[in-house]
């Protein structure tokens, strides 16, 4: 069964497909869903973004409920080297969506992370281990690379 969760999800991610809900799924399968939410503090009218991990899950758990969880992601121009792995980013079929993957040399899908709210990504860099995302909107996520599921965010930084 594993293998064939390997396979599906690889053969996803060749075709441009990504589950298109605020996660990270993981070339096994395992999906870590995300609460993603936004504050305003109406005395200063300053935006807060926050995603965290919300709990464990599984393609096939996700696909019992909805066939239609994939959406179309482009990679945009540009990638980073990270060791063994190269990052690439984009956006989503929506203008609200964007992601940031990791894949060996060969294209094989490490993980990647999808973003509901993110618009698309333009560009990357990491610093200290840690990749920095910049959306379109200016918008800055930055995930730990030891533990991809520390995640901040940072509007109009």
């Known amino acids: 069964m594993m293998n064939k969760t390997v396979n599906y999800i690889q053969d996803k991610w060749e075709k441009g497909f990504l589950p298109g809900i605020d996660c990270i799924v993981f070339e096994d399968g395992k999906i870590i869903i995300a609460n993603t939410y936004k ?8 935006n807060k ?3 965290f991990p919300l709990c464990d899950t599984t393609i096939e758990s996700l696909e019992n409920y909805s066939d ?6 482009d990679i945009f121009n540009g990638s980073i080297t990270h060791g063994n792995e190269k990052i690439v980013f984009g956006d989503g079929s929506m203008g609200n969506e964007g992601f940031v993957a990791s894949t060996d040399r060969d294209n094989q899908l490490k993980w990647a992370i999808f973003f509901t709210f993110s618009n698309p ?3 990357a860099e990491i610093v200290n ?4 995302c910049i959306s ?3 918008t800055k996520i930055s995930i730990h690379l030891n533990n991809v599921t520390r995640i901040s965010i940072s509007e109009n930084y």
Not at 39 to 46: A, K, M, P, S
Not at 68 to 73: A, E, F, R
Not at 129 to 132: G, P, Q, R, T, V
């Open 39 to 46: 504050t305003i503090d109406y005395n200063t009218l300053e």
């Open 49 to 51: 973004q926050y995603w």
């Open 68 to 73: 239609d969880i994939w959406t179309k992601v």
């Open 121 to 123: 990504i333009l560009k």
């Open 129 to 132: 281990n840690e990749l920095i």
């Open 136 to 138: 379109e909107l200016e």
